[in-house]
């Protein structure tokens, strides 16, 4: 918890309502579609997506300390799922989560969450934007009315064989539905008012978010449209999707429960650890972008997020829910609506439990034009051109994992994308490494060639190449100085290539000076001589040089 200088909590749960009340309404409109969609591509019982939207605001929200990181089924894990349904029940498949939760939790409690910091700010940057234009690219066929195929995942190739810009393509050719375009366009420019004047001029308008506008507005359109244009009103299968239970006893009816006579089936087994490999790296890595977005840059416990995440999928996996992991779009939504701490998370979660058991009529109401507009409007703020503007002004070791995750996640999926930029950005590390190793300086005195050669603080066998090639290049009756006073470590692949120059100096008529690290020598310097073929004490503060 971040704490004022008097000591007084500067965001508890309950400080900031104005804030994340208003925040947890957009939360829960961005939620609900996602959540039906990604069941919808999973292959899942669309009621599956409603109760890990739940239980990853609830659940996860009060036992999580991330300030805005917001759970729920992951477009990242569809393609598991799906694959996992063709070969197995559902009911087995849900004794599959509650197993993948048990092994988070034991992760969390071993601290592996550390794992999430190795990863490079420029891939983690080109994440955000990358999954910023996936969301662009998937919303605009929903804003011209085409709902035929759920666009949620964030793979280039969809589950039914198509890929993004295949299904933008179909979308030119005839599937526009004009009042789902009359409905985005009256979106965005409510969504536009709001964000460049409104908000800016007028501090009520802070309260009441641009996008729970949007909602309303689009369901009083639909009721004007069908009542006097009907022309222009949209049918039911543009309208969001939520299971109606007609009494209590149906709602319960809804919940599906894991077959635990399977607990011996090693295919149960193989499927809940890798739901909790990729469930648990894509909670981590999400966990880094969000802290990155958060203003109060307030660090969320990476270790007790997976033990809270595998808390979660035990509870979804008992009561019929997908797995669940934190997810950026949901994460990003609230960040951008501007909720200050978890408890938008925790609300949006309340609010969709009430909505789901009371509201389902109403919920069904909402048009998914307007909510692929509050989505694009998330994904431009997450891949604004001023941030590649930015990131290229930092340098082509920034830029390139930066260009290379984004692709990677446009033209593959997240994983691969991030793998990318990881393997860029580890690269870009050890060019760095090799090149920065030493420095050697050109000196002119006694009427001889005279050079320095300056090793780093830490020198080890990656520099081994680079400091070899120097040597090679020293010219001839040249009195070379190898200063390694400043090391604090040098590996002993370096120490040998560096007295094997030593001791081949005199076949090209090079006197060598080489000062040992001082933390060797208890502060005392010493010399390497090669008469003696050892190192040995020199004069005190003065370089020795060395004859053949």
């Known amino acids: 918890m971040i704490k004022t200088e008097t000591g007084k909590n500067k965001f508890g749960i309950l400080s900031h309502l104005k804030e994340d009340i208003p925040a947890s309404f957009v939360v829960l409109f961005v939620a609900i579609p996602l959540c039906l969609g990604i069941a919808l591509a999973s292959g899942a019982p669309l009621f599956s997506g409603l109760i890990a939207g739940i239980i990853g605001g609830i659940v996860v929200g009060s036992m999580s300390d991330s300030a805005h990181g917001v759970s729920g089924p992951a477009?990242?894990?569809?393609?598991?799922?799906f694959e996992a349904l063709h070969t197995m029940s559902f009911e087995i498949f849900l004794l599959a989560v509650v197993i993948g939760g048990?092994?988070?939790?034991?992760?969390?409690?071993?601290?592996?969450?550390?794992?999430?910091y190795f990863f490079p700010s420029a891939a983690i940057k080109g994440m955000l934007a990358g999954i910023g234009i996936i969301i662009i690219l998937k919303q605009i066929p929903h804003a011209f009315g085409y709902d035929k195929e759920w666009m949620g995942s964030d793979s280039f190739i969809q589950l039914n064989g198509e890929n993004t810009f295949t299904l933008l393509w179909k979308l030119l050719l005839g599937h526009i539905t004009p009042g789902a375009v009359i409905i985005a366009a009256l979106s965005v420019a409510i969504l536009l008012l709001w964000e460049l004047y409104l908000t800016k001029k007028y501090n009520v308008f802070t309260l009441i978010q641009g996008p729970i506008v949007v909602v309303a507005a689009a369901i009083c359109c639909q009721f004007i449209t069908k009542s006097y244009f009907p022309q222009y009103s949209v049918g039911a299968e543009h309208l969001v999707s939520v299971p109606v239970a007609g009494s209590i006893s149906s709602f319960f009816d809804l919940f599906t429960f894991p077959d635990f006579s399977q607990l011996g089936n090693k295919e149960v087994y193989i499927l809940g650890i890798t739901i909790a490999i990729v469930a648990s790296l894509e909670t981590?890595?999400?966990?880094?972008?969000?802290?990155?977005?958060?203003?109060?840059?307030?660090?969320?416990?990476?270790?007790?997020?997976l033990f809270a995440q595998g808390t979660g999928n035990i509870l979804s996996g008992m009561i019929g829910g997908l797995p669940i992991t934190q997810v950026i779009v949901r994460s990003s939504a609230n960040i951008q609506a501007g909720s200050r701490t978890k408890l938008s998370t925790i609300l949006h979660g309340l609010l969709m439990l009430i909505c789901v058991a009371l509201l389902p009529s109403v919920l069904n109401l909402i048009p998914l034009s307007a909510l692929a507009c509050i989505l694009i409007m998330v994904g431009y703020k997450l891949a604004k051109p001023s941030l590649f503007v930015q990131t290229y002004k930092l340098g082509w070791d920034q830029f390139l994992p930066f260009v290379v995750t984004i692709l990677g996640i446009v033209f593959v999926d997240l994983l691969v994308g991030l793998g990318l930029g990881c393997c860029i950005g580890t690269a870009v590390v050890l060019i760095r490494n090799y090149k920065n190793s030493h420095f050697l300086h050109m000196e002119t005195g006694n009427g001889g060639k005279q050079l320095r050669m300056t090793l780093a603080e830490d020198v080890n066998f990656l520099n081994k190449g680079a400091i070899i090639k120097e040597l090679a290049k020293v010219p001839k009756g040249t009195l070379l100085t190898i200063d390694l006073s400043k090391c604090y470590s040098i590996d002993y692949d370096v120490r040998e290539a560096i007295e094997d120059f030593i001791k081949a100096s005199g076949d090209r008529n090079i006197n060598v000076k080489l000062k040992k690290p001082l933390a060797e020598t208890n502060g005392k310097e010493e010399i390497y001589s090669k008469k003696l073929d050892k190192w040995v004490l020199a004069l005190p503060f003065k370089e020795k040089a060395l004859s053949a």
């Open 102 to 116: 048990v092994l988070q939790i034991i992760l969390g409690l071993s601290r592996a969450g550390i794992i999430g």
């Open 284 to 305: 981590l890595l999400c966990v880094e972008a969000t802290d990155k977005l958060d203003k109060h840059k307030r660090v969320t416990s990476t270790n007790r997020e």
């Open 75 to 81: 477009a990242g894990l569809a393609v598991v799922v």
